[in-house]
């Protein structure tokens, strides 16, 4: 076995362990989930890599796409409720539902809560 490499299946794969992912990862530079999805689809991502790591690690220490790209960067991984607020109230989104639509869409920042209930 490689050094490095944990030896979990998915679909017959082998997947690097999820600090080494991790690691790599971050050292990408990508900001956004969506940039996560696109690095995904240009061919360029390591076949030794998950293009779902939230499911592949999601016992193996994930905390999120914040900490997997290394974009989490306040205490707490947060912002502030006011300021929060005041960035998603400029947005000017009329409902839940289009609440929804743009925190899938990889254009939120990763220091706001897709599900702030």
Do not use: N
């Not at 050094?3 to 600090?19: A, N």
């Not at 400029?90 to 599900?115: H, V």
Request: net charge positive.
């Amino acid at each position: 076995m490689e050094e490095g490499i944990d030896m979990t299946k998915s679909r017959s794969k082998r997947w690097r362990d999820f600090e080494e992912a991790r690691e790599y990862v971050r050292g990408l530079g990508l900001k956004s989930q969506k940039e996560w999805w696109a690095y995904c689809q240009s061919g360029e991502k390591p076949t030794d890599l998950p293009a779902k790591p939230h499911r592949t690690y999601k016992e193996k220490g994930w905390r999120g796409y914040g900490d997997f790209l290394g974009t989490k960067h306040r205490k707490g991984g947060w912002r502030p409720f006011e300021e929060a607020r005041a960035f998603v109230r400029r947005l000017g989104l009329k409902d839940t539902k289009d609440w929804i639509e743009y925190a899938k869409s990889g254009d939120k920042p990763t220091d706001i809560p897709a599900q702030p209930y």
